[in-house]
């Protein structure tokens, strides 16, 4: 049953042409088996592996759509999540340290879904504390804090095979003690640095026995260790997804090499990541380019979309989404009549009609040639403002939402405009090494 919050949630950011972060399991249409494999997937993470998926498709398939359903999935399921966002200005996937700093500051739970890294921590403190106990020690006694700091070190040690940086169990150790004495604002600004925070004083640093900040080289080192914190509280791992990766084409060929190599090495070490899941989303051309992974030979054996006669596997590390289509957008349409939350349900219910909403996929198809696949977001934009309309008064009429520059080339018969092409793009590039 969805909630009454949600569904609020849900219509105004299909009003702003944005993916809903609650609530999609509402109005979820024609995705069961691609969903189930993410199922799958979660599964093999909850059992402790360490596996990764790239979510395939053109504009208007739904990647996003399916990112975000994964990550309540995957809540549902007791995971912890992070859901971060290619960007061409001010985040690249070569830079460990920002991907680093992406992830922790987008950590989410099912009770806590953004900034969730303090809950974590203290969950896991809390876990240490009532082992201690069940060991038989008195946490009424002077040394009881002292105790409990040095089995954090201990454990963050145990939990990752000495891997992680000694830092990290000094900043967790002092975080404690920092709480336990009050001084929450100190805590506070540690709890920052290890959310990959460059704006923390030396001096609140030096307190805690560290210098500097997380760097790139280290960055993949301080993952591993949140993972295990993660896992040591009580979830059952950490899907992290990265999402609009094809935003890597419009990037410099420079940094489009190095971004590629990043995940090629992220895919190396995924297997060592017990109970992470990395879930990429792409276009076809970002996939299938030189420009994009095809020009990265290594990562292209690693990851190629392969059919066989005709028939596509949706365990192989593609996982394709089919474009809309008219009966799909039609059920969509429906399933959102019913979720409406605004106004007489009833008057709604009866003007827009399973008949109006055929109608409304036609009109909004006509513009961009019948081609299903670039509609849904400005469907869904269409259909919830006649929704409203409705709701407000019966007869009255608005102009349609205005189009997205996708869906404007769309309607001219151009394919979306992701880059300038360049001489050098049938190249490729060279296999580096990134700080990792």
């Known amino acids: 049953m969805t909630s009454q919050r949600d569904r609020e949630h849900i219509f105004e950011r299909l009003r702003s042409g944005v993916v809903p972060e609650r609530g999609l399991e509402a109005f979820a249409v024609g995705i069961e088996k691609q969903r189930a494999e ?6 093999l993470a ?21 990112a975000r359903l994964a990550v309540l999935d995957a809540q549902a399921k007791g995971f912890a999540t992070s859901f971060v966002v290619v960007s061409d200005n001010d985040f690249h996937l070569h ?14 739970t099912a009770s806590c879904p953004r900034g969730a890294l303090g809950d974590i921590i203290d969950r896991w403190i809390a876990k240490v504390e009532n082992a201690l106990i069940d060991g038989g020690a008195d946490e009424n006694a002077p040394d009881f804090d002292q105790n409990v700091q040095k089995r954090i070190e201990e454990d963050i040690t145990s939990l990752t095979g000495g891997k992680a940086p000694e830092d990290l169990g000094r900043v967790l150790r002092e975080v404690f003690k920092l709480k336990q004495a009050g001084t929450v604002r100190e805590a506070g600004a540690l709890m920052s640095w290890l959310s990959g925070s460059e704006n923390v004083a030396a001096s609140e640093k030096k307190a805690a026995g ?31 997804v990265i999402d609009e990766a094809e935003t890597i084409l419009r990037m410099r060929g420079d940094v489009r090499g190095k971004s590629l190599n990043g995940i090629r ?12 899941l990395w879930i990429f989303t792409g276009t076809a051309e970002f996939f299938d380019t030189r420009r994009g992974v095809a020009g990265l030979q290594p990562l292209h054996d690693r990851i190629r979309f392969q059919v066989e006669g005709g028939l596509v596997s949706m365990r192989q590390p ?65 259909l919830v403002n006649l929704f409203d309309v409705v709701a ?11 189009k997205t520059v996708v869906e404007e080339r769309a ?24 700080e990792f």
């Not at 080289?217 to 899907?239: E, F, H, R, S, T």
């Not at 109006?356 to 977001?377: C, H």
Request: charge should be negative; charged fraction near 25%; proline fraction near 6%.
């Open 411 to 434: 309607a001219e018969g151009k394919k979306p405009l992701e880059y300038e092409a360049e001489p050098d793009d049938d190249k490729g590039y060279a296999v580096t090494s990134v």
């Open 265 to 276: 090495q992220i895919l190396d070490a995924a297997a060592a990541q017990k109970g992470l």
């Open 46 to 66: 909850a059992s402790g592996e360490g596996v990764f998926k790239f979510l395939r498709g053109g504009y208007g398939c739904g990647k996003t759509f399916m």
């Open 210 to 240: 560290i210098k500097g900040e997380i760097t790139s080289k280290d960055a993949m080192a301080y993952l591993q260790g949140i993972l295990a914190v993660v896992k040591a509280a009580g979830y059952n791992g950490l899907v992290i």
């Open 38 to 43: 993410i199922g799958r997937l979660l599964g």
């Open 318 to 382: 593609q996982l394709e989404l089919k474009p809309f289509d008219h009966e799909r957008l039609k059920e969509v349409g429906l399933r959102l009549r019913e979720l409406y939350p605004m106004g007489d349900p009833n008057i709604v219910a009866q003007k827009v009609t399973p008949e109006v909403i055929v109608a409304k996929v036609n009109e909004v198809t006509k513009g961009f040639g019948g081609d299903v696949g670039i509609v849904p977001r400005q469907f869904l934009r269409s």
């Open 95 to 108: 830079k460990f340290d920002d991907l680093y700093g992406r992830v922790v500051q987008e950590l989410g």
């Open 392 to 402: 407000e008064n019966p007869d009255a009429k608005l102009p349609e939402p205005p």
